[in-house]
């Protein structure tokens, strides 16, 4: 059996695929061939070589969004300019491709203008969120390599900001001096003191990261600790910057249960509630959202 | 001729020997091979290697500082703790050599219990410095991969605060996703608005940084301007957050230009004369002084 069409997430360093039928997803595939593994002629080729198995003899729709339609990727799929609903009507870019069993658009990423800032790939987790959702007024917060703070209002994206918290995260605990001292691990009770040392002085970050350094030479800081607080003062500083999002806001997260999860404590010691939608969940809401605007 | 002896600085990546006389240096030498390379048996060959040309028949003295007295270096030199002098007499450690020609004896470390932080190398620099000044009493800050702010008095390191400065930015240029947008130059005008940016609103950080990623996408920020942005952005947050030590004090530089000049200027906009002295000028003296204290 075939799909009605393809569902496609196609980021920085993975491609997932889902054949897309009536009642849902009937099979999906992934690689980790991304964007930044790929050059513009390299992309037709490493999505048939997925889902070749899926097509047929006619032209098959395939949805796809994330850095695939960044300058670097695919085909460029220009920023839509926020205030505007995050996915619109008429706004997906069709990608020429050889084969003519393909009918690929994309959709586009958004951007702001003061304060600078742009999203691809989010976009359509936002849109999706919002068809979950429904009348939904508030922050949406979308927690990753660059995560994002997003306020809707009347199913449009008036405003969001990112912040390195994911990557600066990566950096340090694979590269930096740090590496040394950190595995993966958790502890409540030093995630929380880390959280509240940063939201109250996040000024003090680039000591504090030091001391996690100086601790494990000095006071044999347990690898595990030394994650969970990195984990806090990383999401401290985010949240003291983002406290005009959230302060007083209904938020719902959307991402990966691990990511989502320190997230969610660290918004509940501030007394918020923060509702949780599956990242996957949103992409395909969105992609469908987006065939449907077609 | 035969040096007196022959000072070493001995960090994370590199090697520096000098050939120590009467009238001072008489011959320098260095190689990239520091203890990130090496294993504790490397160590002997390795400065042989280099110094091997200014032995005599008799035993050299070889005073050494830095990464090389580390747990992981070659031999291990105990921190000790402040409050304390930077170096002090009867406390260098001596080396076990193979090679009758050498007398190693090593420089410790600091370390301060709370908050926990550690050097290495630098208690040497400031040691130097002290001799340089004479009866200073004041702030001495040592940028670099660890920046270093150290409170001084009557002769004694009393306290003082790491940064990872120097590495996120390190970190950031080469591995994020900011190197795309990013190359070694310069902008007084672009330093000056960052580094008030980040001294007024420390927390923004993360969200600022992602900002040259968007403005690099959006509006062409040129590579040069964005150097100069992050250099303003983390000495920002440095300065926001070493405040406490800077504030109505005496401050005395210690490193390369180009790494004094961007602190000088920042210590400038608040008010501040710094003075700067040489990195390898303080570690020098430093060395000397701990011969001398043999």
Redesign the interface.
């Known amino acids: 059996m075939k799909p009605d069409w393809i569902a496609v997430d196609w980021g920085t360093s993975n491609l997932r695929a889902w054949a897309m039928g009536p009642d849902g997803v009937q099979a999906e595939t992934s690689a980790a061939l991304g964007m930044g593994q790929l050059a513009p002629a390299d992309f037709e080729p490493a999505l048939l070589g997925l889902i070749a198995p899926w097509l047929g003899a006619a032209a098959m729709p395939v949805i796809a969004c994330g850095m695939v339609g960044a300058?670097q990727g695919w085909f460029e799929a220009p920023?839509r300019a926020v205030p505007c609903a995050p996915v619109a009507a008429g706004q997906l870019i069709a990608v020429p491709t050889q084969d003519p069993r393909l009918r690929v658009r994309l959709v586009s990423g958004l951007?702001?203008?003061a304060?600078?800032?742009?999203m691809r790939g989010e976009e359509t987790q936002i849109a999706g969120a919002l068809t979950l959702l429904r009348d939904f007024d508030g922050i949406l917060c979308l927690p990753g390599t660059?995560s994002k703070w997003v306020h809707v209002s009347a199913g449009e994206v008036v405003s969001f900001?990112?912040?390195?918290?994911g990557?600066?995260f990566a950096?340090?605990r694979q590269?930096?001096?740090l590496r040394h001292g950190i595995a993966e691990g958790w502890n409540d009770a030093a995630f929380d003191a880390a959280l509240s040392q940063a939201l109250s002085?996040?000024?003090?970050?680039?000591?504090r990261?030091?001391?996690l350094?100086?601790?494990s030479?000095?006071?044999n800081l347990s690898p595990e600790l030394a994650f969970a607080r990195l984990s806090g003062l990383?999401i401290g500083?985010?949240l003291?910057?983002?406290k005009p999002y959230w302060l007083g806001q209904r938020v719902v997260l959307i991402g990966a249960p691990q990511l989502c999860s320190p997230y969610a404590r660290a918004l509940a010691a501030q007394g918020l509630q923060p509702e949780t939608l599956d990242a996957t969940a949103c992409t395909l809401s969105g992609l469908a959202l987006a065939r449907g605007l077609l």
């Open positions: 300058r920023y951007k702001q203008t304060p600078a800032d742009v660059h900001q990112s912040f390195m918290t990557e600066i950096l340090l590269h930096s001096v002085r996040p000024e003090k970050i680039a000591a990261l030091f001391s350094r100086a601790e030479l000095l006071e990383l500083i985010e003291a910057a983002a």
